[in-house]
């Protein structure tokens, strides 16, 4: 009975759980041939006795390493954004029937898939994040150091190294000022500042040192604005670029386009949709601005007309969006199609 239900299914979908995974087999007409609950351990000897078929995934925690595994069994398995299976859900939810919804929402042929991340790029990854988390609680920290020092009547200039530069004086100040237990806080939470700076510079001299080991990294660092942060980035999240057809669709991925509400024969932008990647997005935008800041350097990489033509019709603030736009459509060009940036590319673009 078993062999005669593994020969007949077509398509498999997984709702992935951190023990058990719940499963649903489809034949080519869509009929349930298999709904069970499986563990972690389950899997690859159940799988490994069928014959190759589509299997759908959410990507989610663990579903990249899933996805290696059974591609390394020959079946050919795919993974979605979870927003775009939702519509397949019937009724209310389970995992059974959300199980059923990924096997539906899989068989689209204008489904987007996520591409599977390799081990490397999951590390590149980690070591992203935890960078990222490094430096929100480094952030956290110098907020609460200048409401502290606000709180008793002293204000520091905005930037970093202006409190750095500051904060020996300021603790050395009598202590009508500042009390003796305030002046004990403030010392902490310098030694904390310390402590995350050795970090996130250890982090950052790490993720740089792979960057220019990679092929990809090196030619996206050719890029302007771009240097190992947002390479390394931008190759952990998306790879080679293959999950995108062009550079408009990896810039509306970043949420660097306008939202779209259009009916009828009117068509509507808004503000820029924010959706996909919110780091690397962040990342561009930084880039963008490392540009604007250094006009000199425009002529040399080809985007003086663009950016001259841009600020007589644009605000600085929408100008800065509009040139990540154009950096990561650049960039996913460099990176899918093998070659270094190009000056000639833009030097007679369009202003978008």
């Known amino acids: 009975m078993a062999e005669k239900l593994n020969s007949v299914i077509a398509v498999i979908g997984i709702d992935i759980g951190k023990n058990s995974f719940h499963v649903v087999g489809l034949d080519e007409r869509g009929a349930i041939l298999l709904r069970q609950k499986w563990s972690r351990g ?9 014959p190759p078929c589509l299997i759908g995934m959410e990507a989610c925690v663990g579903a990249h390493h899933l996805s290696r595994r059974l591609r390394a069994l020959g079946h050919d398995a795919r993974l979605m954004p979870a927003k775009y299976v939702r519509p397949y ?21 204008t489904m987007k898939f996520v591409a599977t991340k390799s081990a490397d790029q999951l590390d590149l990854q980690a070591l992203h994040r935890v960078r990222e988390r490094l430096v929100s ?40 000022v500042l009390s003796p237990h305030m002046v004990r806080i403030v010392e902490d939470l310098a030694g904390d500042w310390r402590r995350l700076d050795d970090r996130i510079e250890a982090l950052s001299a790490e993720i740089e040192d792979l960057a220019h080991k990679d092929s990809g990294c090196e030619r996206l660092m050719t890029v302007p604005g771009i240097g190992p942060i ?14 995108f057809s062009k550079g408009r669709d990896f810039a509306a991925w970043l949420g660097l386009v306008p939202k779209q509400i259009s009916t009828g024969d009117r068509t509507i932008l808004g503000k820029i949709s924010k959706r996909g990647n919110r780091y690397l997005r962040v990342l561009f ?28 019709r644009l605000h600085h603030n929408v100008l800065a969006i509009a040139l990540a736009n154009k950096l ?21 673009a369009q202003p978008v």
Do not use: Y
């Open 285 to 312: 935008v930084q880039a963008a601005w490392v540009v604007l800041i250094k006009p000199k350097s425009w002529e040399r990489h080809g985007l003086k007309p663009w950016i001259e033509a841009a600020k007589k």
């Open 42 to 50: 389950q899997v690859d000897s159940r799988l490994s006795n069928m």
């Open 89 to 109: 859900s019937k009724g209310q939810k389970n995992d059974f029937r959300d199980a059923e919804a990924i096997a539906e929402a899989v068989q689209r042929p």
């Open 137 to 176: 609680q480094r952030t956290g920290i110098i907020n609460q150091i200048r409401a502290f020092l606000l709180e008793r009547g002293i204000a520091v200039r905005r930037g970093q190294r202006f409190l750095r530069a500051e904060l020996p004086g300021i603790l050395a100040t009598p202590s009508d």
């Open 328 to 348: 990561a459509r650049i960039a996913w060009s460099v990176l899918a199609r093998g070659r270094g940036f190009e000056v000639r590319s833009i030097a007679t």
């Open 230 to 243: 947002i390479s390394s980035a931008m190759v952990a999240a998306i790879g080679t670029g293959d999950a």
